[in-house]
């Protein structure tokens, strides 16, 4: 698991002890409506946008059963399935060999969770249930909506053409931001551990 913020124990971080070394990152933006998802290079240096993901809205309220509705692990019974938004993006990150996914984590300018935060977390265990190989990290992403918006803006991408694609700028937003902050907390490591033996070789 990776080291969770002193503000929040919930959002990630990345952490050299639990980071599963090179290979392709998932990013993802949880909406209400469309899932944007990212995916980065082998090396975990740039992330690029993939696809839109429609909700499946159908599952999501399935999940919020009531207490003995639905699966039984006692008995084996079985309950709904991962949805075809969860299956989806487990066939993505099959497909790209993902060893880690960041779900971005939605905050007011405040720092307050709110119903976005909390259908992210929901979301995200989901993924967890459905992946239960690859690491799901939370990041915070707030203000990365609004950059991706304005970034798409400044590039001249029409208001109405810009809803089927800021969710995956969105989702490159999350994602870089956790490539840039592993980037430097792995080198930090490198460099402390070169240090640690240069000590010890005097």
């Known amino acids: 698991m990776a080291v969770g913020s002193q503000d929040d124990p919930l959002v990630d971080r990345p952490d050299p002890v639990s980071d ?14 469309r899932i944007g998802v990212a995916a980065s290079d082998p090396d975990g240096i740039l992330a690029t946008p993939v696809e839109t993901v429609p909700r499946d809205t159908g599952a999501r309220r399935a999940g919020r059963r009531s207490p003995g509705a639905g699966r039984d692990t006692r008995t084996g019974g079985s309950g709904p399935g991962p949805g075809t938004d969860i299956a989806r993006i487990a066939a993505i990150a099959q497909e790209y ?41 939370l990041s915070d992403e707030r203000l990365t909506t609004v950059s991706a918006a304005r970034a798409l803006r400044d590039s001249g991408v029409r208001a109405r053409g810009q809803r089927q694609v800021i969710d995956q700028a969105a989702a490159v937003s999350i994602l870089q931001s956790w490539l840039d902050e592993r980037s430097s907390v792995m080198r930090s490591a490198e460099d402390a551990a070169r240090i640690a033996l240069s000590g010890d070789d005097e």
């Open 97 to 137: 060999e993902a060893v880690e996914i960041i779900v971005g984590l939605p905050r007011t300018l405040r720092g307050e969770k709110g119903t976005s935060a909390r259908m992210a977390t929901e979301f995200a265990g989901r993924l967890r249930d459905s992946l239960p190989e690859v690491p799901i990290r």
């Open 20 to 33: 599963p070394g090179r290979g392709r990152r998932l990013g993802i933006d949880v909406g209400s409506v």
